[in-house]
């Protein structure tokens, strides 16, 4: 592969790796290194990616797998208590709720069995199509579409009891 080539099919990719990235190591900083260590990783082996099918698909891959050792390096921050700057923000309502919900899909999320959540986080917030996601997981897409479901399905219900037992605390 040569350096227009690789500036073309794979440095353009590292804009659409980034909020996996960001996503798994929660962290904008080294969510740029991850990606950047991928970058370098896959240019030293420019040679190779002409072997490669889908470029897409296995530079997501090298991108999950450094942010993978980068979780297995890095140690939990526990906070003993909230910042007094977070403590004294003023909370608009609506975008407080809208925040809320996020925060509540994103911790449903987390919950989702290894398998489920990476599916639906490549499917559903990185826009991969079912064939990339396959290829990122090495496994059919018929699989994929199983794992998807079955995510979406818990979402939708832990979301659904959530907001029935706080509409059952309003009365």
């Not at 804009?15 to 240019?43: C, G, I, Y």
Request: hydrophobic letters at 40%; proline letters at 3%.
């Amino acid at each position: 592969m040569t350096e227009r080539e690789f500036k073309d099919k794979v440095l353009t990719l590292s804009k659409v790796v980034f909020p996996m990235a960001r996503r798994m190591l929660k962290d904008n900083d080294m969510a740029r290194d991850a990606v950047q260590h991928s970058m370098m990783k896959l240019w030293e082996n420019r040679k190779e990616l002409d072997k490669c099918t889908n470029i897409k698909a296995f530079t997501y891959t090298v991108v999950r797998n450094v942010c993978i050792d980068e979780l297995k390096r890095k140690k939990p921050v526990i906070f003993d208590e909230i910042p007094q700057s977070i403590k004294d923000k003023p909370v608009l309502n609506d975008h407080h709720e809208r925040k809320e919900v996020i925060e509540i899909i994103q911790d449903i999320i987390e919950e989702l069995p290894k398998n489920q959540r990476e599916v639906i986080q490549m499917r559903d917030i990185d826009g991969l199509e079912f064939e990339e996601i396959a290829g990122v997981l090495e496994t059919d897409i018929a699989y994929i579409r199983v794992l998807l479901s079955r995510a979406r399905k818990t979402v939708k219900e832990k979301i659904e009891k959530i907001y029935a037992y706080e509409a059952i605390g309003r009365r």
